[in-house]
């Protein structure tokens, strides 16, 4: 299994994302439970237009289908995802 960073960037719409907040909390809690996602959360500089996500998997191609059904992407919240294969080099998750 390969860890990987997705990096999320919303869109400029904090109301929508407001709305579907716990929808899309309750999804990648469920990735977690799974063993896909390690961590998740938004940056705290910015106001929460973008976030960091930590999750494991096969492939990159495989850990972005399964966060395809993110809420926040349905409702077109993401103007931008991008996901890199990541090396922990001290420390553990």
Do not use: C, K, N
């Amino acid at each position: 299994m390969t860890t990987f960073a997705i990096r999320y960037v919303y869109t400029g719409d904090p109301a929508a994302r407001d709305a579907h907040r716990a929808e899309h909390r309750a999804f990648l809690r469920t990735l977690h439970e799974e063993g896909t996602l390690l961590l998740s959360g938004p940056y705290l500089d910015g106001g929460g237009a973008e976030a960091l996500i930590i999750a494991r998997g096969e492939s990159a191609e495989q850990v972005l289908a399964q966060f395809d059904a993110d809420p926040f992407r349905r409702e077109g919240l993401i103007a931008e995802r991008a996901i890199r294969p990541w090396d922990v080099v001290i420390g553990e998750i």
